[in-house]
């Protein structure tokens, strides 16, 4: 159960409402009527809590849980515990993400601003945000309704967010335009100047980054991530894209929808990345490369080139992700000559 | 053109005058005359627009372009479309920086002082200087004349800071001494104690972190990088370097002049860097080792070993880059084989 | 000598009180009543300095120094220059930090909270801390003794923190508890939602991110690293673990007791790894791995599966580190026959 200093719950439901809920079937001797108070692991689960079977490795823990009721997929309900009441779904870990927003729903921060926070006279913030402590808002920002802005937040002149938005303690936001039920987790740098100069002997020379950054809905940037403002384009997060901590954007970078950057990725100049490209962490991909939508790329890689839609990759420089696990395969074949 | 919100312009200028304040030479058909009120890319540059060719890739759209003027160097001049007037440059991309430095020159900050921030009463802080929100500046700190201060960044003790140098919004800087025309991005951390300590079971040792940090004049330092102060001796990075985003630099190291540190690249303790050194995103260069003057370093690579000056490098662990590109082929080769 | 305004020294000792300190034994032809007022390095070390040797490679340093004493392993004693006093240590350079200590102890911030802070009426901070300008203190949060509380840091609701414990400038922590005697750098992230989601092309699914952050007694956290809550257990760093700069540690994940993680390295969700294991900088570990203790893993390793107690490892994939040596071997070999 969680700790109940740090995380609401509410409830109980039954097991019909769950089931209505998250897009789930009550399995065939289940109790439609049993009162569900809580998710948990499949190994700690028990009385009143809900868990859920995702992972054939798995599998095991699940048959000998002892909790009340488990989401889990209807080729598998034979193997549940007896007494155990049953949640069917095809998607059981997108059910049990449902069912703990249910339990956990996210909570909306009381509205109000705090007297040591300084917001310009020109800005206008809706009066359902909070600002927190230490925040500082610049001339002509626009700030929508439901916003949270955490403590020692800087959001510099111009900057729009748009409704339900959270900027996490710590960041700071210039020369962007930001979505609507968007998270950016603290330590986070969106719209400063990108990367450019003409490399000179006697001083390399600035090149002026006259571009914002465009952040659209539903997007997630993690902890202490790096977003650079174009260098007369924008750079462009599509909307639903999920970021990691420490991922780094650079100018003119342009993601699709619903991509998922891992930790530590990084996006070089003027890259371009379709929609759901899925980028594992550590990864770097190359200045001006275009990556198709679907593409996927193996942690730690190194993308050179230009990457089709669909195709996944691994290795650096990127190969077909089977020609790089047959190359580590050669390689260890290889020493084993040499022994 | 860029939004105007975000990038004041100024100007207009004429041919002639850009040619004088870039170095460039009129193209022999062109209008000197001709008045200019912007810089655009050549896709969408147009009337009174100025463009630059510097990528033979982009010959193409440089051919189609509207642009009415735009910077080349002489031996393409032939390929430019009917009418566009010219600007010859043997670089048109150093050229292109400086205009539009021109076009959007550095802004310089109203002098003052937020009411919100603190500086103490023994630090000096030149009264050409804006100290905006949240600033805290430490005792005996010495700031110089026409800095930036953005909101919420923490100044230790002591720190001296030169003339026109700026500290982005939530950094934190202590135990250094930073330049002239300096710029710190946000979220920067300059000056923390190094990641020194004798290995023990019953405890790791804590050795005192004794040095500084030394930043030179006209340094940049990217969003989020982190510098450690030295053990004993200092932690100094030479002038006119170029630091990306998240770029690490551990304690006692030394960069020369002119080093330009792509996004997420690191440096080991005790590594001696040369000047005008070439690092690429996601490098790591091993402790204690010595890298020459104008060497060049692929990105991901470890450099596990000094490097004699003038080399170029590639790969984990790094060896010349043309080697490192056979052994990419040969391992390509070795698979192909067994397929 | 350490520039005196950032660090400051106390002494003199004689060289046997140092010996005493330091658990060293005065050589036979020293003089156990020299006074000795500083640490130096070898080549700068002079009068009633004491320096020390611990690397073989510096040796020739040591033959010519003018350090009046130095620390050295006893079967090195009579490589000392004449006239230098000895210090005799198994361990010179645990011996030198402790030295270093005595030079130049910590110092204890003086009690007091900052006009500018921001503590919540419900939250307990002892009157033995030290709460710098802008830093914000949430509600029922409980902070130790002697603890210092560095400006512009963000400490959330509930989070406790232990005794002796320093928290870097423009830090942010939530949803966690801190042990004693630990020290977080400044810019550090604790305890933001790890990334968790159900991959969904009609928009990423989140997954509630219900634990909590439990960093140990002794831990030290470097600048700008980031640290995941759980998503339903608790994220965990074992006591006296040492992370760089840069580091990410994902939810879910145990660190063990005394691990030493360097600069950039990332550990993905739900990894346990056991105690003292060194991981080099830019080290990626993937999710769910089980690493031994005693593990050690080379720079810019990538771990995909388990790896078993005591082993060194290398490479991406990362195998046995002498098959990694062999590996790069075999391929110089393979491109030199190809030349």
Known sequence: MADPRF??????????????????????????????????????AGAE?????????????????????CIVAPHLAARAPEGMALLLSNEPYKAYALAAQEFYPTVHPEPGVAETSFIDKTAKVDESCRVEHGAVIGS???IGKNCLIEANV?????VIIGDGTMIGACSSLSYCMIG???????????GQGGFGFFPDPSGHVKVPQLGRVIVGDNVEIGANSTIDRGSGPDTIIGQGCWLDNLV???????????????AMAGVSGSAKIGDFVFIAGQVGIVG?????????????????????????????PAVAIMDWHRQSVALARLINKDK
């Not at 198709?292 to 089709?308: E, L, N, Y």
């Open 7 to 44: 995380h609401s719950r509410v409830g109980p439901f039954t097991l019909s409402e769950l089931a209505g809920l998250i897009d789930a079937t009550v399995g065939t001797d289940s109790d439609p009527n049993m009162r569900l108070i809580d998710v948990a692991p499949l190994e700690s």
């Open 288 to 316: 001006h490369t275009v990556v198709g939508s679907g593409v996927k790329i193996a942690g730690q890689s190194g993308v050179t080139k230009d990457v089709p839609p669909g195709m996944t990759v691994g290795g650096t």
């Open 248 to 262: 780094q954007i650079a100018h003119n970078v342009i993601l699709g929808r619903g991509c998922v950057i891992a």
């Open 140 to 142: 002509k920002a626009v």
């Open 49 to 69: 809590q809900l868990s859920f079977l995702d992972n054939k490795k798995y599998i095991t823990a699940f048959e000998s849980s002892n909790a009340a009721a």
């Open 154 to 158: 800087v959001i510099g002149p111009e």
């Open 180 to 190: 609507s039920r968007t998270f950016i987790y603290p330590g986070v740098r969106v």
